[in-house]
Nanobody
Framework: QVQLVESGGGLVQAGDSLRLSCAAA????????VGWFRQAPGKEREFVAT????????YYEDSVKGRFTISRDNAKNTVYLQMNGLKPEDTAVYYC??????????????WGQGTQVTVSS
């Protein structure tokens, strides 16, 4: 069992940066891949980025490549999403999830409660 808690969201202006954190409780956390997903109002939850258990493999959704960076510190049971050059279309609730390395949310078993990111123009 893994419990996940996201933090770091907020209201920022276009071009600003934020770093989201996903803190995990559970001794098996380091064996899971972790993904970030987001859901804007009226839209389906979509893939943003994912990282393997070791941190050696990462994948990104095309619209965030070059702007977002996912990383993890297994000693701290935490995964990060550094978001630079934020755009209004990045506005959404951001969720982290633990599971298998994939861009498909169905491959993730454990989810956090989400953190709101709002980017004003």
């Amino acid at each position: 069992q893994v419990q996940l808690v996201e933090s770091g969201g907020g209201l920022v202006q276009a071009g600003d940066s934020l770093r989201l954190s996903c803190a995990a409780a559970g001794r098996t956390f380091s064996s899971y891949s972790v993904g970030w997903f987001r859901q804007a109002p009226g839209k389906e939850r979509e893939f943003v980025a994912t990282i393997s258990w070791s941190g050696g493999t990462t994948y990104y959704e095309d619209s965030v490549k070059g702007r977002f960076t996912i990383s993890r510190d297994n000693a701290k049971n935490t995964v990060y999403l550094q978001m630079n050059g934020l755009k209004p279309e990045d506005t959404a609730v951001y969720y982290c999830a633990a599971g298998y390395l994939s861009n498909d949310l169905r491959h993730y078993d454990y989810w956090g409660q989400g953190t709101q990111v709002t980017v004003s123009s």
